[in-house]
């Protein structure tokens, strides 16, 4: 029997039959003018050193840049210096929300740069996470990359008084789920979620996270070659998590091994590997919470989707924002609309009308992803 659950809170279908220019001017530069500068958004996968998206001279000190071919849309980005560690501040060095630009014709637009953050030393992030997170190992072997990676994880307070076994949730981009020293742009807060809801929920499972590669990242997670981006090593890095780290996990702590109680999850392009990988392994994994994934790379994993079969019933947590690329939320929709035509599969779709790319909107929506995922395994 097909079981699906739908939940659209926002969708405009936009008519892609025109494409822009848009000129992004920099008039001034508080320090540092003779830098090389980049703008890095969700139109290049946020690259904060991507030579295409570098600025040119533009008479004077002024720089610029020209995006072609932009598809009508709003777009998120910000300027750097080549890093997120060189990226543009307000004049007292705090941090600014992302530049939002509406497209809807060909426009020029004027910005000036008060601060950058190197400029202004961070003040000591406090250590975070719960007693119920810590560093599995710092230097975990992956076989399949020859590579090795700092693995965490939370246990729930009982764990070690109870006798039971748990349901297991694999999570990309460790750095930024439970510690806000480690966090790119703040932590998504997991295990304080954790303890909440579980003891509300009496539901606990086992959180198992595996930090991203830094710039390797958008490599080990793209299971394709990609043009810009190069060789991709997803295809190796879901064998890891299949036939390397699961079954390391599930022979030192008491865990359910069965698919349908264990789960991946992960945001943007962790998204997309964790789609991929229970596509890919669906006898090892029931389930995939599936944020904003960076669906746009490849048509292949839409083909995938296509010829997906499997006896089991797996389950994907479907989200993106209204607010993220112009392509985001129809991408998500094409996968979700694949995806319910198959039969015996869980699906849930969520497309929030303010969600934009980035860690607010994803530790917004764990909490539900946890509610759902907890009513569809032995949690």
């Known amino acids: ?174 750095q930024n789920l439970f510690n806000d020293q480690t966090a790119f742009a703040g932590e998504w807060g997991v295990d304080e979620c954790l303890d ?15 930090e991203h590669a830094g710039e390797k990242r958008i490599n080990e997670y793209n299971p394709w070659d990609h043009p810009q981006y190069g060789k991709g090593e997803g295809k190796a890095y879901a064998e890891f998590l299949a036939k390397t780290l699961k079954p390391y996990i599930d022979s030192k702590y008491r865990t359910y091994k069965s698919a349908e109680n264990n789960y991946v999850l992960g945001s943007s392009m962790g998204g997309l590997i964790s789609l991929y990988t229970v596509l890919q392994y669906p006898e090892v994994f029931g389930g995939a919470g599936v944020f904003s994934p960076s669906l746009q790379l490849s048509n292949d994993i839409y083909q995938m989707a296509e010829n997906f079969s499997t006896a089991s019933m797996p389950a994907f947590y479907l989200y993106s924002g209204s607010k993220e690329a112009t392509n985001a939320v129809p991408n998500l ?7 319910q035509k198959k039969q015996r599969f869980i699906i849930r779709t969520v497309i929030n009308p303010l969600g934009q790319h980035n860690e607010t909107y994803w530790k917004q929506e764990f909490k539900d992803f946890y509610k759902w995922m907890s009513s569809n395994s032995k949690i």
């Open 1 to 174: 029997m097909k079981r699906f659950i739908t939940t659209i809170s926002f969708f405009v279908a936009i008519q892609l039959h025109a494409q822009f220019s848009v000129r992004l001017i920099v008039n001034t530069v508080a320090t540092k003018a003779n830098d090389d500068i980049y703008v890095a958004g969700n139109f290049n996968n946020w690259n904060p050193k991507d030579e295409n998206y570098k600025l040119k001279p533009f008479g004077g000190s002024r720089k610029s840049i020209v995006l072609k071919n932009m598809a009508p849309g709003t777009y998120a980005f910000k300027f750097t210096r080549g890093g997120f560690d060189k990226v543009e501040t307000l004049s007292d060095g705090r941090d600014i929300s992302d530049r939002v630009l509406e497209v809807n014709n060909d426009i020029s637009l004027e910005f000036d740069i008060p601060g950058w953050k190197d400029e202004y030393p961070d003040k000591p992030k406090r250590y975070s996470a719960s007693p119920q997170v810590r560093v599995l190992d710092t230097a975990f072997n992956m076989p399949q990359l020859n590579r090795k990676r700092k693995i965490w994880i939370y246990l729930p307070k009982g764990y070690s008084t109870a006798a039971k076994n748990y349901p297991v949730l694999y999570m990309q981009d460790a």
């Open 196 to 210: 909440t809801l579980q003891q509300q929920l009496k539901k606990e499972c086992i959180v198992v996270a595996i």
């Open 333 to 339: 929709q094409k996968m979700s609309d694949i995806l």
